[in-house]
């Protein structure tokens, strides 16, 4: 896990956990900001404000450009810097694709110059939740209430993935910019399942007898990420809320009592039991990372594999060129609310524009280019992966990862469905994957992982330190 691509992975799902523990454990980080952020009401950059130039930038005024080089590289965003540039051609633009970001950066927050528009991710990521208490962050309503350059009839809020402006709070209002767009699913080898006849299982009943054909064929039906549960606990509660339905979930977020004990997670829980009963599990894949899970999977001994849409191009180095990488959706339990074709999502990498910029003019009007779909377009060609921005992939020349994960996105609608509360309770998220592991590995029942889940959210909402959130 020490390459970029990896590391940026590994913190694309942990990163908001990590700015939480570090502001109620470790604010002292950024304590040389808590003297107070910028004036945020001041975003007017000193031109004439119109419905082209919401923010009022001057295109002479230079723009100051951080972006963490991780995972997606940092050529996208020399893309969206050359649109920037088009519009304002008398401008200059500092670029910067770096790893280390606190190292870089604290110094210069602390000294009241930070950059207009930062890409906070990756190993030493500024702590958001630090960075918004001290009043760093530039409040994004203005952005998200500008004319979108698509369409200057429509707001950029209405342009997006609904869990766009859901993402984008801290302390009560728009402070991030969520920008890529994770689609969670079963993955599989289109080339194989085509030359073996099968087709991805929509009933649970048809997915037992799909397994077991694989089974026949002398490989595993499934693998997953022993070493870090978190993959297989995305199977169990995409069943889990496609059986009871969005409510499952928010309960879950909210710390509402008996949560986990739902009949629709227990029926889940049994389902993943009855997958390792029936020696549907790869052998030893309990014990393996993601990467030695995933490069046997790309080598033909499993089937599916739980991961999100970075997986495509996680795996470019050791997969065969002819492996068709291909999202599909988890089975529906008897009875299930929802319709087979949703499924899990969230919004990550964190762009922000602080306060204290000295062109947050720019710096906003950076974020709207990028919330146009030609340059949310070019990110997706460019790194595989889907964003926030509705319809921008639409008619670009897609790998089948970035394709199938479209697809998916696209058919659950409104169906789809996120969870916070990894992100909201960080202190229960790693109990809450262990417990993940023992029932993947059938170390618990199904009632043990319902009860000593619910156990972890209930100490969690007893706890004086936890702020207690609802969800809309």
């Known amino acids: 896990m020490t390459t970029p691509n990896n590391l940026s992975r590994r913190l694309f799902l ?6 939480t523990l570090m502001a109620s454990g470790g604010a002292t980080l950024l ?127 209405d342009t997006l993935e609904s869990i766009a402006i859901d993402a984008a709070m801290i302390e009560g209002k728009p402070q991030v910019l969520e920008y890529v767009l994770t689609v969670f699913a079963l993955w599989y080898n289109k080339k194989l399942f085509t030359e073996k006849g099968w087709k991805p299982a929509e009933t649970w009943q048809q997915f037992l ?9 002398g490989i595993a039906p499934l693998a997953h990420q022993g070493k870090h549960p978190y993959y297989i606990g995305q199977i169990l509660l995409d069943m889990a809320v496609k059986h009871g339905g969005h409510d499952v979930i928010r309960a879950i977020d909210g710390l509402e009592p008996n949560a986990w004990k739902h009949p629709s997670m227990k029926a889940a829980a049994e389902a993943i039991l009855e997958l390792k009963g029936k020696g549907f599990m790869m052998q030893g894949t309990e014990g393996l990372d993601h990467i030695q899970s995933q490069t046997a999977w790309n080598q033909g001994k499993a089937a ?12 470019k180095p050791v997969a065969p060129k002819d492996f068709e990488t291909t999202a599909t959706f988890t089975p529906l339990l008897d009875g299930a609310k929802l319709p087979v074709d949703c499924t899990e999502i969230s919004a990550g990498e964190n762009f922000i524009v602080p306060s204290k910029a000295k062109n947050k003019a720019g ?57 916070f509360f990894a992100t909201w309770y960080s202190t229960m998220d790693k109990p809450i994957r262990n417990v993940y592991g023992e029932l993947a590995a059938a170390r618990i029942t199904a009632d043990e992982f319902c009860t000593r889940a619910q156990k972890i959210a209930d100490d969690t909402a007893k706890d004086p330190k936890t702020k207690k959130q609802t969800r809309s």
């Open 14 to 19: 942990q990163r908001a956990a990590v700015g």
């Open 304 to 315: 599916f594999i739980p991961s999100g849409s970075w997986l495509e191009n996680e795996q």
């Open 209 to 217: 007898d799909l397994c077991g054909e694989i089974k026949k064929a």
């Open 363 to 419: 710096g906003l009007e950076y974020l709207r280019i990028m919330l146009s779909k030609e340059a949310a377009g070019k990110f997706t060609e460019m790194t595989g992966s889907p964003t926030v921005v509705k319809g921008a992939a639409e008619g670009k020349k897609l790998t089948p990862g970035a394709s199938s994960a479209g697809a998916l996105l696209a058919s659950g609608g409104e169906n789809n469905w996120t969870t």
């Open 31 to 157: 304590s040389a900001c808590a003297s107070g952020g910028g004036d945020d009401s001041a975003s007017g950059g000193g031109a004439e404000k119109t419905s082209d130039n919401p923010f009022g930038v001057k295109s002479a005024d230079p723009l100051d450009v951080v972006i963490f080089k991780g995972g997606y590289g940092d050529d996208y965003a020399k893309a969206h810097e050359e649109l920037y540039k088009k519009k304002f051609p008398e401008t200059t633009i500092k670029h910067a694709g770096i790893t280390d970001i606190t190292p870089q950066l604290q110094p210069r927050f602390n000294g009241g110059n930070p950059p207009d528009v930062i890409d906070n991710s990756g190993a030493s990521l500024l702590p958001m939740s630090t960075l918004a208490s001290t009043g760093q962050l530039a409040d994004l309503t203005e952005l998200f209430d500008a004319p979108s350059i698509d369409d200057p009839n429509k707001k950029v809020r």
